[in-house]
């Protein structure tokens, strides 16, 4: 047993009764010896077996108990992380360290994100760990060092493929005189051209045919050795550094395959000094060592190439954001760095220059460019009191701005983490293809070794070089890197390429979670209407005198109750007050009730703002405006009833128009065979309206807010896979309860949190978009996967010599290498097609 202790913070406790019921939850668990949480603390302390139990399942307890812990992220930006057991071998050893919640490598992205408890793990000690799994880390850097360093690093690439391809040519040359040793044509580059070339290059180059063979081997060695010790370095030492590991991947067998034509080819320019009678029986293939190797460093380049489409649009949005800010501070004007800007500073923004912050405008008028934050060209007009947000660009006058969010807090920021999350997590299809890369590379090890024995065995003649061939195509053929890049590379492109619409995808699992979907939900105020209703009639009741309530009066009493609430209703009525020029009054005693409506104490009345069927429930007399309540219903407006102490004083009617393209968006998604359902606390009347009117078919109607869950769980519990469609901070709960959640909104909203993708644009063409570029996401993975695996299939019995009886085709390491390469770069591309995707909504 090993025994551990582990102590960490527990966020939202809030009585001694909290702290009993974590502590309970985490004895619970399987292998915890014991746990105390201490509430005036804050914190749990618990012993447990490591050998059963790690930090992140007692995390995950913690969440299933309804609380959390503070945690912290931190990315590392990795150098040589080229294969997937590479990133499997640092999330394996990365999961042993107490303290770590999760690890994820993604060769993609050649970043390995990590989930910790800094009071149990530091981040040196994470860096150790990474290194000692044998990956080296890059020095944190700006932007601008970064995409140096990635320039650097192709530039280099570059130089050694440019290298390595002029030595493969000089030793192909070098290599005609000793065409009579070479009695396998499939192991040379120039195979059936060797005469061709030799009679060509004799009348070109007679004194390279004069010279002595073994001096000639001795040339072809030395012009070898930098292609061996620098251009393919790399691959040599990441074979040694996964051998120190206990493990093997491609690299390995890009070294088990070039090695082993190497030293054949070595071992034959030593025996005509040690042995001179075998001389003639030995060639020496040192061009196909450069070539292989060059056609693996031009594969490596273009992969590198693809891997940069990946970040293009997380790179753009990093861009959005200026280095510097013009602050006013004491009636001064400064630039300083954006990262020292405070809540409220007074922000100067002039034309042509981004905003730094999220704030509100103080002084000036101007239009801004927002398309940055929604996916699609937009301009608005800022005015005084207006929001503003960071990323956006100032087209005309100047602005003065108070901050109110900045640095890590501004929506830009928490866009970008968003995608950011799009890198983390990996479906149950993801890590199963991962596992089954791991075992790829000993896999045609051993093929190799079997087919180098069989050769060996079974060849009359020339047979350890048969068997030479064999085993360094078979190593070199294989690519089983790209069996684990094809799907994580798909949904980082897909990921980005919703960006680009104003779609933000919360990474793998939500990509495979909306192909499952079969039900949407859609809740009504925001989702099917614009979410921006409007006050379109004032009716006050009759008195018992005869006259009517004043429409002035009315609004006061509603707003003064409505002034604390969130609802899009009572927004409405405020603003129209206040339109008038009627202010709230004070209010005591506030009080909301879900579902039916708000009430307060103003001066000496109980002022109560109510649905017409919470009115209708209680029995109150609404007199005529109860015919004029259905009359506006039947029109598709909403209405509420202001009541003075159990006194119905008037009726106040609110129109939300349905969003412009809301019907075709519902038509689509009924093509593409959803089942749609609306949810709302309407009337089951007005609710039927309002689905007939935008195509809708099922309805759940007179639902209050508290039961909105309850029907979202009641259909999963039916074995439907729901998404829910909302807008606002009341529909939350049931779009974390659904299998995925569409907030439509600004990111940072509550909504947003609990949803797995955000529609940063008021467009509900969005949804089917989503749709489709999820199928198109998975497919392209599931692709590339197949594509991968069929290629695996035909080519390692190629590459073995299977079809060499019947067609005497010897494939050859450097046809093995460029397979190999070619094969890597065309599932890349397959995978990366995603980012072409244009959603049949026609949006742009």
């Excluded at 059936?192 to 009679?199: A, M």
């Excluded at 109110?404 to 830009?412: I, P, S």
């Excluded at 939500?510 to 979410?531: P, S, W, Y």
């Excluded at 007005?686 to 007179?702: C, P, Q, W, Y």
């Amino acid at each position: 047993m090993a025994r551990v202790s582990a102590s960490f913070p527990v966020e939202g406790l809030v009585c001694g009764t909290c702290a009993a019921a974590v502590q309970k939850k985490l004895i619970e668990e399987p292998g915890v010896l014991d746990a105390a949480v201490n509430f005036a603390t804050g914190r749990a302390t618990v012993t447990f077996d490591e050998q059963q139990v790690q930090v992140s399942r007692l995390i995950k307890a913690l969440r299933e108990a309804g609380y959390d812990s503070a945690k912290a992220t931190v990315s590392f930006e990795i150098e040589n992380m080229f294969y997937s057991t590479g990133a499997s071998r640092v999330e394996r050893e990365l999961a042993k360290v107490p303290g770590v919640i999760r690890a994820v490598a993604n060769q993609a992205t050649a970043r390995v994100t990590v989930e910790y408890l800094p009071g149990l793990v530091t981040v040196s000690e994470l860096e150790d760990e990474i290194r000692s799994a044998g990956l080296a880390i890059s020095p944190p850097s700006s932007r601008e060092d970064a995409a140096k360093r990635r320039l650097k690093k192709s530039r280099s690439t570059a130089l050694k493929f440019t290298t390595a391809a002029f030595l493969t040519l000089v030793t192909l040359v070098g290599s005609l005189p000793l065409a009579a040793d070479r009695t396998v044509a499939g192991l040379t580059l120039t195979g059936n051209l060797g005469p061709v070339l030799d009679e060509l290059f004799r009348s070109l180059l007679p004194q390279l045919y004069q010279l002595d063979p073994r001096l000639l081997r001795i040339g072809l060695l030395g012009l070898t050795l930098p292609t061996v010790l620098w251009c393919g370095r790399e691959f040599f030492a990441h074979a040694l550094g996964g051998l120190k590991c206990r493990t093997a991947d491609p690299a390995t067998l890009v070294a088990w395959g070039i090695g082993a034509v190497f030293v054949y080819s070595l071992v034959a320019t030593v025996i005509p000094f040690a042995a001179p009678e075998l001389a003639p029986a030995a060639g020496v293939y040192f061009d196909a060592v450069n070539g292989a190797v060059a056609v693996l460093l031009l594969g490596r380049w273009l992969d590198s190439g693809s891997k940069g489409i990946l970040g293009c649009f997380l790179g753009r949005l990093h861009d959005l954001l200026p280095e510097l800010a013009r602050v006013q501070r004491e009636g001064v004007d400064t630039q300083v760095p954006v990262q020292d800007v405070l809540v409220g500073d007074r922000v100067i923004v002039q034309p042509g220059e981004t905003v730094p912050v999220d704030g509100v405008v103080l002084e000036g008028s101007s239009t801004v460019d927002e398309s940055a934050l929604s996916g699609v060209g937009k301009t608005a007009k800022k005015e005084p009191g207006h929001r503003i947000f960071a990323g956006s660009l100032n087209q005309s006058g100047s602005l003065v701005i108070r901050a109110e969010a900045v640095r890590q807090d501004t929506v830009l920021a928490q866009m970008v983490r968003l995608l950011e999350e799009a890198q983390l997590g990996k479906t149950r299809r993801q890590r199963l293809i991962e596992k089954i890369a791991v075992f790829v590379p000993p896999f045609v090890i051993a093929v190799s070794l079997g087919a180098f024995a069989a050769w060996f065995a079974l060849a009359d003649s020339a047979a350890v070089l048969l068997a030479t061939l064999a085993l360094a195509s078979v190593s070199l053929i294989a690519c089983p890197w790209v069996l684990s890049l094809a799907a994580p590379a798909a949904v980082l492109a897909g990921s980005g390429r919703g960006a680009e619409y104003g779609i933000l995808i919360r990474g793998s699992e939500t990509m495979e979670a909306l192909k499952k979907v079969d039900t949407f939900v859609f809740h009504r105020t925001g989702a099917i209407t614009e979410g921006k209703p409007a006050i379109t009639h004032v009716l006050g009741a009759k008195k018992s005198d005869g006259s009517v309530v004043g429409a002035a009066d009315l609004l006061r009493l509603a707003a003064s109750v409505e002034a604390r609430s969130k609802h899009p209703l009572a927004r409405a009525v405020v603003e129209a007050a206040r339109a008038k020029g009627i202010e709230p009054l004070p209010v005591e005693r506030y009080v909301e009730m879900p579902g039916r409506g708000v009430r307060g104490i103003v001066g000496k009345y109980l002022v109560e703002v109510i649905s017409v069927r919470h009115a209708r429930e209680r029995s109150l007399d609404l007199g005529a405006l109860a015919s004029e309540a259905d009359s506006h219903m039947l029109k598709g407006r909403s209405s509420v009833v202001v009541v003075v102490n159990d006194t119905v004083q008037g009726l106040i009617v609110v129109a939300d128009p349905l969003k412009s393209g809301a019907k075709q968006a519902i038509a689509r998604l009924k093509q593409m065979g959803y089942r749609l359902y609306l949810l709302s606390g309407e009337t089951r009347q007005a609710a039927t309206l309002a689905a007939k009117e935008v195509g809708l078919e099922h309805v759940i109607a007179e639902v209050a807010p508290d039961d909105k869950v309850e029907e979202i769980r009641r259909l999963r519990n039916e074995g439907r896979v729901v998404a829910v469609v909302g807008h606002g901070r009341e529909d939350a709960l049931s779009l974390w309860e659904a299998d995925v959640g569409f907030a439509i909104g600004a990111v940072g909203e509550p909504e947003v949190a609990a949803a797995q993708v955000t529609l940063l644009r008021e467009d509900l063409a969005a949804v089917p978009a989503a749709m489709e570029l999820s199928r198109r996401t998975i497919a392209a993975g599931r692709n590339g996967v197949l594509a991968a695996a069929a290629y695996h299939l035909l080519a390692i019995p190629l590459a073995a010599g299977l079809f060499y009886p019947w067609s005497g085709f010897v494939l050859g390491p450097v046809l093995a290498a460029a397979a190999a390469s070619l094969a890597g770069w065309a599932v890349a591309r397959m995978s990366l097609s995603v980012s072409n995707f244009r959603p049949s909504t026609g949006m742009s």
